[in-house]
């Protein structure tokens, strides 16, 4: 029988998103998709229509009431996520906003009244037309200096009235701060962030009609090398990769009370105001590796308040930037999201002074010194101790390190603007007063990342392994800053787009980057070589003095299948067919290029690949010479890949692609069968990648090979002892292939296994992220002599997937979760466990607990989801929205 209608208040609807932006100001698409979610007061509740309406909230008072709001009317359908902008409303245009407000309707009669508005405006969607400032160089005697020397512009400008309304429009060659009238200008750090400059440089958008008055103002900005110019790259890295010349573009646009409109910016003087002057301030030297230097004894105060005197400053000059390149942010920007203070105060074998802040991070130190001018505080940063010093060898040539010298007269603050580094421990040497000088307060973390939206939350009965959960939440922050990069301390920090390929589903879980990753596959798609080759890492640096047995790129599995899979993983867990086919172009040619390179017999052995990087069993000094066959490896993500491209070109109506796709995956299957299937029915690689891969990407024929090839994959792991004997390929599959194949107690004594190699064995050391390596720290304490030794590397935290999927079994059964599987697999001797993930539907929750006896089964599913619950012992259920109990005989393994 279908419900009784009910009071509609008991149905409300959450204030509206546009795209993936959790700010709506200066957006860069005009008809950008509407989302919104749902708290009916009863279970099952649907929508069966929604109604939206835009507001122009600076219509004049002589448009008219109807002129000012248009309503799409009553749309029939239960869509909610990614809705298409209204198609009766025109589309934005540049600077135009709209109030959006959503009203839905339920199945059962309900009806809800209208959301709190959003504030939708757009950018400057056409930069050739809209952007009359200049790019701007500074001309100061000796900048051209490697590296270069920051820099600090102003320039003023005048307002006949009160201000009513204010945006500032900023980008730089480089990374800017930008201060109006004395007073910062937004939030941001590391600002414009890193793209492929070449490509795309993002353009932000600032409300700041607080910040002036009418008469006199001044407008500067502090200007650094940052990724464009700086160095970037290990091995000596390259320096000015992306052009020779830092330079800032900012543009103001202010509507008074008197009705006039003022426009100021950078350029060549044909903007109100006067000319844009430059000089060197206090920062003698920055770089995202090697840190900053400060001397707050050359401060010019006042430099960004009107009247200041620059008499003694240099002009700038125009340079040419490309308009078409100049786009809005799809995603949050790089903000400080948390401080922590030092958790113990230690004094080294040599009698320095080194603040353990008690978590491995990323970001940058605040201190507040006094004392006398010209004393210099110097803070140097590492991961971790050896021997009870500062371990720096893991940085390789990264001087992370930060100096400020004093101003005197009183307390003093700074921060660093234009580095960041990857620290657990700050040495600090030249306190004033000494150790016995510093306070509570004193010094202060600033954790730096990209700042999205914390949507994943796990915990269980183990702690072990719920710290190795939250390790995997601090590398995620600690590496997303900007760019998905393999590690945030040494002198790399580069986006390597195996990393997150199989980091891509635990990401997605734990932190909605949707927006930061749809940016990111844009360049990866741009960077793309014209044969389909995705380079190794993105944004790329294709320098041919630099480092040439990485650059160019070549066609590497697991790495380049970033093209296929990422995109595939972003539609399955937020539901953006949009970003499917954003990259369809770029997933299509990776697989073509592929199969072009197939030997006659269907399977990939032509050229260098990298395979299971990291096994624990390579050496040190070799981490590509893997157990595993890397030409196995890369067939099989060969067919894998195939067979995500044909479900792409499915969503997307794409209809002969994907049968054409379907094929060659179905081709590629019987090829790797056939060719690494050998007598007897074992793998021609009899390691646990080697089945892992098989078994989950479903390359194995079902039945008994499927069944063997499980029990083998489980022989493996009991013959090693439970320990991991897998690398990047391998790692973030094998629980599940265990798992899948019948296997859940040896992948929970995989899982849980304490000896190294093994996730648990970094943790029980005391680490508080994930590692590089297995054994990145040596059982007597020393660090691995390898090259390669990061201690914040999330790759190997892929398995945090299998956590939230299996332990606590929350996993979409349909794109976005609009269709939930709630399927725990208890084991290990675990009591509890718990996942909660905040779906594009709403809040969903699985957990699980033994009580009594008794196993009992919780779930959550969001108003406009369904979900399957399958408990162990009892039949799958069918249930609707709401919270949902089940109980079944108690069957936890230990």
Avoid at 27 to 32: F, N, V, W, Y
Avoid at 568 to 574: D, F, I, K, M, S
Avoid at 698 to 727: F, K, N, Q, S, W
Avoid at 802 to 810: D, K, Q
Wanted: some cysteine; aromatic content about 8%; hydrophobic content about 40%.
């Amino acid at each position: 029988m279908p419900h009784a209608p009910q009071d509609p208040n008991d149905v409300s609807v959450h204030r509206p998103v546009a795209e993936h932006h959790r700010e709506a100001l200066g957006i860069g698409e005009p008809r950008p998709r509407l989302s919104w979610t749902v708290a009916p007061e009863r279970p099952g509740w649907r929508q069966s229509a929604y109604e939206v309406e835009l507001r122009d909230p600076d219509a004049g008072p002589g448009s008219g009431a109807d002129a000012a709001v248009l309503h799409s009317g009553r749309v029939p359908g239960s869509d909610s996520v990614l809705v298409p902008w209204p198609a009766a409303a025109p589309p934005l245009g540049s600077r135009e906003r709209r109030e959006v407000r959503v009203r839905v309707r339920g199945e059962d009669g309900s009806a809800s009244g209208w959301s709190p508005p959003l504030t939708v405006e757009a950018g400057l969607l056409d930069p050739a037309r809209d952007i009359t400032a200049a790019m701007v160089a500074p001309r100061v005697p000796g900048g051209d200096r490697n590296p270069e020397r920051p820099v600090l512009l102003r320039g003023e400008f005048r307002l006949p009235a009160a201000p009513v309304w204010a945006r500032l429009y900023v980008t730089a060659q480089g990374l800017c701060e930008v201060e109006l009238n004395g007073a910062r200008v937004g939030d941001q750090a590391l600002a414009p962030g890193w793209t492929s400059y070449g490509h795309r440089l993002r353009i932000t958008t600032y409300e700041v009609t607080g910040l002036l008055r009418p008469g006199t103002n001044a407008l500067g900005a502090w200007l650094a090398e940052g990724w464009y110019r700086g160095r970037i790259g290990f091995q000596g890295g390259v320096r000015a990769y992306y052009g020779a010349e830092i330079a800032l573009l900012a543009q103001l646009e202010v509507g008074c009370a008197d009705g006039s409109e003022v426009r100021f910016g950078t350029g060549d003087g044909t903007h109100t105001g006067t000319g844009w002057r430059c000089a060197h301030g206090p920062v003698l030297a920055a770089g995202l590796y090697d840190g900053e230097r400060h001397d707050a004894r050359l401060e010019p105060i006042g430099f960004s308040r009107p009247g200041f005197d620059d008499s003694a400053w240099h002009p700038v000059r125009t340079v040419a930037r490309a308009a078409h390149t100049l786009v809005a942010p799809t995603g949050p920007p790089v903000r400080c999201t948390e401080e922590v203070a030092p958790a113990r105060v230690l004094t080294s074998p040599a009698g320095r002074t080194v603040l353990d802040f008690g978590q491995n991070l990323v970001g940058r130190l605040r201190i507040r010194p006094s004392g006398p001018a010209g004393t210099t505080v110097t803070l140097r940063h590492a991961e971790v101790l050896e021997d009870g010093e500062l371990c720096t060898r893991p940085l390789r040539d990264a001087e992370a390190t930060d100096r400020y010298t004093l101003r005197g007269g009183g307390p003093e603050e700074w921060e660093p603007r234009f580095t960041y580094h990857g620290f657990r421990y700050a040495e600090v040497t030249g306190w004033p007063g000494g150790p016995a000088g510093l306070s509570s307060g004193d010094v202060t973390a600033r954790v730096l990342h990209t700042d999205m939206r914390r949507t994943g939350w796990f915990d269980c009965s183990d702690p072990l392994l719920n710290r190795l959960h939250e390790n995997v939440v601090w590398s995620m922050r600690g590496n997303f800053v900007d760019v998905p990069t393999d590690c945030p301390q040494r002198d790399e920090r580069l986006g390597w787009t195996g990393d997150l390929q199989v980091f891509a589903p635990t990401a997605a879980f734990l932190y909605d980057c949707a927006g930061m990753l749809t940016s990111w596959l844009t360049d990866v798609a741009a960077e793309q070589y014209e044969d389909g080759t995705v380079p190794l890492f993105v944004p790329t640096l294709e320098a041919d003095a630099w480092r040439p047995d990485w650059t160019p790129s070549w066609p590497c599995a697991v790495w380049g299948d970033v093209a296929v899979l990422t995109p595939w993983t972003l539609y399955e867990r937020y539901g953006d067919a949009g970003v499917l086919r954003a990259q369809y172009p770029s997933a299509r040619a990776w697989v073509e290029l592929v199969r072009s390179r197939l030997d006659a017999d269907g399977l990939w052995r032509s050229g260098k690949q990298l395979g299971d990087w990291l096994d624990p069993a390579a050496p040190p000094d070799d981490p590509g010479r893997a157990l595993t066959d890397p030409h196995l490896v890369a067939s099989a993500y060969f067919a894998h890949s195939a067979r995500r491209l044909a479900d792409i070109a499915g969503v997307l109506g794409e209809d002969d692609d994907a049968r054409r796709h379907a094929a060659t995956a179905a081709a590629a299957r019987r090829a790797f069968t056939a060719g690494y299937t050998a007598p007897g029915g074992r793998l021609t690689s009899d390691t646990q990648t080697a089945y892992a891969l098989a078994l989950r990407f479903g390359l194995l024929p079902g039945g008994a090979p499927r069944r063997a090839a499980a029990a083998r994959l489980a022989e493996l792991v009991a013959a090693a002892d439970h320990r991991i004997a897998t690398g990047f390929a391998g790692t973030p599959v094998v629980c599940d292939a265990l798992a899948d194949g019948g296997e859940v107690e040896t992948a929970y004594r995989l899982l849980l296994q304490r000896e190294s190699p093994s996730w648990l064995h970094p943790v029980a050391q005391g680490a508080t992220t994930v590692w590089e390596r297995w054994d990145s720290l040596l059982p007597d304490g020393t660090v691995n002599p390898g090259e390669m030794t990061s201690f914040n590397h999330y790759a190997l935290g892929a398995v945090a997937d299998f956590l939230h999927r299996t332990v606590a079994g929350l996993a979409p059964a349909a794109p976005g979760y609009r269709r939930i599987r709630v399927a725990p697999r208890p084991g290990g001797g675990l009591t509890h466990a718990h996942a909660r993930h905040l779906t594009p539907y709403g809040p969903a929750e699985a957990g699980w607990r033994v009580e009594d006896g008794r196993l009992v089964v919780e779930a959550e599913v969001p108003p406009g989801a369904t979900a399957v619950v399958e408990v162990p012992g009892r039949a799958p259920a069918e249930v609707g929205s709401g919270r949902h109990r089940f109980t079944a005989a108690a069957r936890t393994g230990g």
